[in-house]
T-cell receptor, first 115, second 114 residues
Framework: EAGVAQSPRYKIIEKRQSVAFWCNPI?????LYWYQQILGQGPKLLIQ????????DSQLPKDRFSAERLKGVDSTLKIQPAKLEDSAVYLC?????????????FGQGTRLTVV | AQSVTQPDIHITVSEGASLELRCNYS??????LFWYVQSPGQGLQLLLK??????LVQGIKGFEAEFKRSQSSFNLRKPSVHWSDAAEYFC????????????FGSGTRLQVQP
């Protein structure tokens, strides 16, 4: 089966600009996650969707970050305005819902550099 | 809230030597435990997972891990390391209730010497 698709792979922007990332999960996966991975650290959950509803966005900096998942499939994550500390890899992952004993599948990520 | 500690930031081993990467977790109930590997510029690939049952879990690429509830540990092992195993390794925990989102450790970078 096709994996989790993310685009773009790389993005360089200036601080205070806006940027958007796109994720297409594995077909049929109801749960979608966005993680932020700062260099030298483990991934940190930003937001979790189940279908098109938000399950957990407690660690999303809502003054500048937003995310949506229209129709319960694709998702976009937006940063506006970007700060230098937003430089990181943004990972999207998906998993089936209602199936026990399964793991999350990750995309290759989008590397964001804010200059 | 759950947490994961990987005490070794960087480990260097010789090719053919054995490997053990340490992972300790903090969670009050039954944890779901995972090891992922990340090569440079790549996403995360699942090596193995523990949900229940046999506490010794076999994974891909010859890796195994043992869940020890009394020590809150889930250490990753490999009997003979190959140069291609050089990468970053992440231990992660998820809860056994609805949300299932992963909490990751800070990772261990493995370097393999010829």
């Amino acid at each position: 089966e096709a994996g989790v698709a993310q685009s773009p792979r790389y993005k360089i922007i200036e601080k205070r600009q806006s940027v958007a990332f796109w994720c297409n999960p594995i077909s049929g996966h109801a749960t979608l996650y966005w993680y932020q991975q700062i260099l030298g650290q483990g991934p940190k959950l930003l937001i979790q969707f189940q279908n098109n509803g938000v399950v957990d966005d407690s660690q999303l900096p809502k003054d500048r970050f937003s995310a949506e998942r229209l129709k319960g499939v694709d998702s976009t994550l937006k940063i506006q305005p970007a700060k230098l500390e937003d430089s990181a890899v943004y990972l999207c992952a998906s998993s089936p819902t209602g199936r026990r004993n399964t793991e999350a599948f990750f995309g290759q990520g989008t590397r964001l550099t804010v200059v | 809230a759950q947490s994961v500690t990987q005490p070794d930031i960087h480990i260097t081993v010789s090719e053919g030597a054995s490997l053990e990467l340490r992972c300790n977790y903090s969670y009050g109930a039954t944890p779901y435990l995972f090891w992922y590997v990340q090569s440079p510029g790549q996403g995360l690939q699942l090596l193995l997972k523990y949900f229940s049952g046999d506490t010794l879990v076999q994974g891909i690429k010859g890796f195994e891990a043992e869940f020890k509830r009394s020590q809150s540990s889930f250490n990753l092992r490999k009997p003979s390391v190959h140069w291609s195993d050089a990468a970053e390794y992440f231990c992660a925990v998820a809860t056994d209730t609805g949300r299932r989102a992963l909490t990751f450790g800070s990772g261990t970078r493995l370097q393999v010497q010829p």
